[in-house]
């Protein structure tokens, strides 16, 4: 019976580049796949508890564990084929002229997969992160491989290129903490008492329930316009991602605090002076008379 069972598995199926490929040699070549995957579903569990202890986001927890299963799994399949017979250094010069072409056909998406390795890294973006980029403020819902998954303040969900994340300018408003300055600026008519303007500020400013309380209002007098003195007022919150409402909210309330003292907010005025000539021919067409 041991003699039959060997000779089943010595049995030659097909013949690689001059070496013999028989049963033992296919179970072993398979025996070699589902180790790499049972070794990388055990490192993946390894990594996340690390991660879950500290900081990390479920979407930064999925991708580095996607990144490494893809490791694991490519090495094994390297060494299952090597041991049935292919030569990899053969095989990787035969196709090194397709895989020149499929590299500039991948161009971009070899660029983003590099591109959110680096963000895996660095960690400088993570899921929950309130960002500002390409002109819209956005909060990362998923950190992917190839991609990062945002959400706007409209709830529409955008599909970002981790290039763009890694090659232009970001800003992320909770990068090291969540707070953010709120400003809004207002302009009042010039002859009005400039300390009271100074004062109302102030008191509207300091009285807004939501802001950050050891961080004290600024009341800046920034310039004087063509038909205004203006203030630049700010104050301190902790959550970017409603500054949009929050912003509603402090210009009301400065609206309604200028407005019950008696100080006006000033909006564009033009003067026109006319020639003595203009203004006799107006006022005689006032008249009903002819102009002379």
């Known amino acids: 019976m041991d003699d039959v069972t060997g000779e089943v598995f010595e049995r030659t199926l097909f013949t690689i580049a001059g070496t013999p ?13 589902i180790v790499a995957f049972l070794v990388s579903w055990a490192l993946q569990r390894a990594l996340a508890r690390p991660f879950r202890r500290g900081d990390a986001q479920d979407g930064t927890v999925a991708a ?18 090597d041991t049935i017979g292919i030569d990899l250094g053969a095989l990787f010069a035969a196709g090194a002229f397709f895989a020149v072409a499929l590299g500039f056909a991948m161009q971009n998406i070899a660029q ?10 660095e960690r400088t973006i993570k899921p929950g992160d309130v960002l500002y980029v390409e002109g819209t403020v956005v909060r990362v819902s998923e950190l992917r491989i190839r991609s990062t998954l945002v959400r706007t303040r409209d709830d529409e969900d955008l599909i970002v290129p981790n290039s763009v994340l890694v090659q232009s300018t970001v800003k992320n408003y909770t990068l090291r903490d969540s707070l953010y300055r709120l400003s809004t600026t207002v302009g009042v008519v010039y002859g009005s008492d400039l300390k009271a303007v100074f004062r109302e500020l102030e008191t509207v400013a300091a009285s807004l ?3 950050v309380r050891d961080r004290a209002p600024r009341v800046l007098l920034t310039d004087f316009g063509d038909s205004s003195v203006n203030f630049h007022v700010s104050v301190w919150i902790t959550d970017p991602w409603e500054a949009r409402a929050r912003l509603s909210e402090f210009n009301d309330a400065v609206w309604w605090a200028l407005k019950k003292a008696e100080i006006v907010i000033a909006f564009p005025q033009l003067d026109i002076h006319l020639d003595p000539p203009v203004m006799q021919s107006m006022q005689q067409l006032a008249a009903g008379s002819p102009a002379a």
């Open 112 to 121: 983003n997969f590099v591109a959110g390795v680096i963000l895996l890294v």
């Open 21 to 33: 490929v028989t049963v033992a040699t296919l179970l072993s070549a398979a025996t070699i796949v």
């Open 64 to 81: 580095m564990r996607r990144l490494v299963h893809y490791a694991v799994v490519l090495l094994g399949l390297g060494i299952a084929l």
């Open 209 to 211: 329930p939501w802001r």
